[in-house]
């Protein structure tokens, strides 16, 4: 079972890295789960997106440098300075992050897409 979720993680990810490049997107990490139903390995939930993936901008990857993403990091950054302790109640999000999120949600997916997301 690991060599066939090995294989088709890879297959997945190779694929996506590859088209994300020419749309001078970079996967810099993702995440795959799999389930199994009837004895067969499936893949389950979400995946790379903005809210499962980091993706950064290739024109401006520097190497050992934090990179402007597009994705859930800014909201990820704001959660630590907040001081929240990881318990229920999460912090109400400010409105600009909000937007600034969805912002940037809609940016990754124009650039992958070559459409624009409509709300």
Known sequence: MAK???EKSLTIYCFSEE?????GIIIADTKLEFG???DQVILIDE???PDSSR???ADSYKVGQPQPSFDKQM???WLVASGWNKEPPAPML???LIQSTSETYQEVYRRLTGENLHK
């Open 4 to 6: 066939e979720l090995s």
């Open 19 to 23: 088209y994300a490049r020419t749309r």
């Open 36 to 38: 199994i139903v009837d």
């Open 47 to 49: 995946l790379l997106t």
């Open 55 to 57: 993706f950064w901008d």
């Open 75 to 77: 909201v990820r950054d």
């Open 94 to 96: 400010p409105a600009d």
